[in-house]
């Protein structure tokens, strides 16, 4: 079952939740509405909105927001809405028609914008669109988990960093994920797909990652996501950060991995916990710090 966000025609902040299976009786909608499919970060299945087919991104934005903030968070700023293309983000004008972005097959009144298989032709993604510089600067949990969500698809999607960040890093997100490992002795409780970039192979990879995931014993899920978006945050990589390269044709803005773009900046004065002396740049706090390499060394 899947969830859908059906808008109002006559009020699009009007919303409600609704649950069905796409692609049934469409003629209790008007000639004019259209569905569309919203990807949240690390959510494996679509929001499924009703609009207007002359309703502006910045509509659909609000809308967004407001499901967002139902859910109990408040950084919505924080998102962009952005499609796919070419393996990568491209943000969408808030001031254009959401068509402009849908193929044409979308505008069709018949089809109410879903394919031959009843599913949505236009599907956008809410990604991250201005990185922050602490984790003290995210004021709720559920904004927290989707900006932590965000950043774990990034590590897993881009190369770049050295491997014993990367696999530290993973230890920390498997720590949010799962808690401790020793609940887990003997399984194989995580896929490396989920977690690694492709890049990142061989027979010791799995027990180097159980290792770095051990060190965080006791660490609560919550805390280990704070510690995460810390780690990242310190990096002078691409994980988290983009820049914005304006294309007048078609007004959109593509994300790359080259330069920071921050919302908005930390100054602290001592208690900031992304303090640098902590981080994983700095210093590897493992005890297994010298099996880890040993493994990667005889590889």
Known sequence: MEQVIVVSRCDMRALCSVRGPL?????ALGAGARLLSLRMPGQPQPLHFVVEAKARVKELKTLANSHAQLQGMTDTELFGLAVMQNGEYLFVDLESKLSKYAPKSWRSSHTHGLDANGRPLLELHLVIQFHVESPLLLHDEVGKHLYF??????LRSRDGLPAEIVLLLIGLALQAKFGDAEAYDDQEYFKLEDYAPSSLTGNWVVEAIRACHQEHRGLS????????????CLLPDTINSHSQD???????FRERAN???SAVSFHGDGSD???????LLSAITFKDTKTLLHLMKTT
């Open 273 to 279: 916990p992304t303090d640098n002396k902590h981080n």
């Open 259 to 261: 330069s920071n773009v």
């Open 149 to 154: 969500l965000q950043l774990l698809h990034n």
């Open 23 to 27: 692609g049934g009786d469409m003629r």
């Open 221 to 232: 899920k919550s805390d280990a996501e704070t510690r995460f978006i810390r780690e990242v």
């Open 246 to 252: 304006h294309d007048d044709k078609d007004d959109m």
